[in-house]
């Protein structure tokens, strides 16, 4: 069986590692504690495109630099503010040991995405990953599942399961792709069209190991 994680805000608190960055960046510049709220607020967690919110900061703050800039400097920056849970990883441990095929498709810039990877152990837990930055298609395009699909050695038309927080990329995406899903509900209304809701991650594993070959719950 094959299953697709979302990166940010699933396997990996995505919002704690840009309210660290802020924290840093406004102390940096001396720009003062209301510039954190108001960058973390125009962030609209992580729903503003990079580009259009550096815009934004270079405005805001009226920073010489070019927003291009500003946004490398964030991408070489945040993927040593994140982490993954010890929980986490030996979650997907546990996947892979129960005959999971385990890989992670996410939006995003590569370098930034493939950081968040590599330096939070995940690259080592799961059998491969497709970041849209590299592929030049974004989810929810079904392409994108099709990729990490096949750097798992798996394809779509095996069935699966995709997992993630976001109800129009994650289970919309991977519903078209066809995935059942696992949505994360992270506080936002509950998304009716997922086959599954969870808290947190963990859930989600637990109860993915628990399931027969065919997909039902043991």
Not at 157 to 167: E, K, L, R, T, Y
Request: with cysteine; aromatic share 8%.
């Amino acid at each position: 069986m094959l299953v697709l994680f979302d990166l940010d805000n699933t396997l990996i608190d995505r919002l704690g590692a840009f309210e660290r960055w802020t924290a840093e960046f406004a102390t940096d510049r001396g720009l003062g504690a209301a510039a954190v709220s108001w960058l973390v607020e125009t962030d609209a967690d992580g729903s503003v495109p990079r580009d259009v919110f550096f815009e934004l900061v270079r405005a805001r703050f009226g920073l010489a630099e070019p927003a291009e800039e500003l946004w490398r400097s964030y991408r070489a920056r945040l993927p040593y503010l994140v982490s993954c849970p010890d929980e986490v990883l030996d979650g997907l441990h546990r996947l892979r040991a129960s005959g999971w095929a385990v890989g992670i498709v996410t939006n995003g810039m590569a370098d930034n995405q493939t950081g968040k990877i590599r330096r939070t152990g995940l690259a080592e837990r799961v059998d491969g990953w497709a970041i849209s930055g590299a592929e030049g298609v974004r989810k929810p395009d079904v392409r994108l599942f099709e990729i990490g699909a096949g750097r798992c050695g798996r394809s779509l038309a095996g069935g699966g399961w995709m997992v993630g927080d976001d109800p129009e990329k994650d289970v919309a995406g991977g519903r078209a792709a066809g995935l059942r899903t696992i949505w994360i509900d992270r506080g936002v209304v509950h998304c009716g069209e997922s086959d599954h809701v969870v808290n947190d991650v963990l859930a989600a594993m637990e109860l993915l190991i628990g399931m027969r070959p065919g997909g039902s719950a043991v």
